[in-house]
């Protein structure tokens, strides 16, 4: 799982509890782009994931009294921040492209135009599904952690997954069992 | 036996293979076509962990750290309200001794005086700043950097006074206590004026 180590993690935590608006910035620094990049990657928009990344870094600042030292920072931002995440989806209700028939229409090997490249493909999922895969292939979450996120069972987030996986390999042109 | 699902191929990956899991396993030992798939499956994984790090197109911690000093200055005006309560009623209580010990008390209540006088000052800026709707607002860099600068001394004053009220003996450090309120109310007049101005500049 990757981790985002900062420099001197114990003394800029000290000084954030302790409220120095430096401390909170120099987190911020530190951890602005793997929270953005979780934030995109499960949003729909930019500017959502901009206001994921705001509300992550608030949320950071306000409680970080409550981070204990002993864990990982960066997997208590990164929670904080997915959280977030699924909150704006949740608020935002977007029209979930899981409902996209699944009689997409099938691309042969040779149809290479017709072929979208990972970043495509993935943005074409819907947003449950591309959250799941997201926080199951790459962030490395359990599903039973993800479920718990979602508010939703680890059954759910294993069929998110394996649907999310089957579309993929039909949109990215690889070959399927015959 | 049919071919592995992707729900089984995922599954394959899991902790705590269950007896399913395990049968799934033996067949991907004999059966090329799910080798084949198994394969592609991870790689596709690798390739989505290999995916750039996405980034913020626009600098997002001034928005941030100017929520924070609206969030701590609506903490504070909510202190400063208990304050004055708890300021009117020892007002109250001095005027009542005060034929006890004239003239000591006779100073500790004109500061408590002043100091209740600047309270007000700083409620009623804040207030002012609030109604600017500062939050919502459209602000170039320059306002952000200085309104940041006067809200991070205004957070380093409220400190020293959080210090005074703990640490400081009934009657002892109260002119300490109101120049370091005559500062306050005197960062929040500039305060006041940054949002003001920048208002004005954005026609609103």
Known sequence: ?178 | MTHLTMDELLALDEPGLEPAGARAKAHLEECDACRGEYERLRQRQARLRALPTLRPGRDQWPVVAKRLAAERRRRLVQRAAMGISALAAAVLLAVALRTRAPARDADAAAAEAQIADLMQRSQALEAAIGATHSDQRVVDGRTVRVATDLEARIADLDKMLEVQELDAAPGRGDMQRVQLWRERVGLLNALVDVHVTNARNVGL
């Open chain 1, 1 to 178: 799982m990757e981790s985002y180590p900062l420099a001197n993690a114990e003394s800029v935590v000290a000084r954030a509890r302790s409220g120095d608006p430096a401390a909170f910035e120099a987190l911020y620094r530190a951890f602005e782009s793997p929270v953005y990049n979780l934030a995109r990657r499960i949003c729909r928009t930019t500017e959502d994931a901009e206001d994921v990344l705001q509300e992550t870094f608030f949320e950071v600042c306000r409680s970080i009294g409550q981070f204990r030292a002993d864990g990982s920072l960066w997997g208590w931002i990164r929670t904080i921040a997915a959280s977030k995440a699924f909150m704006r989806l949740r608020r935002n209700k977007y029209r979930d492209t899981d409902a996209l028939p699944d009689e997409v229409p099938s691309v042969r090997r040779e149809d290479t135009a017709l072929r979208m490249d990972l970043e495509a493909a993935l943005e074409r999922l819907g947003e449950t599904s591309r959250a799941v895969v997201w926080l199951h292939d790459v962030e490395g979450y359990t599903h039973e952690e993800i479920a718990g996120m979602m508010g939703r069972t680890a059954s759910f987030s294993k069929s998110q997954l394996a649907r999310a996986h089957a579309r993929l390999r039909t949109w990215l042109g690889e070959e399927s069992i015959g």
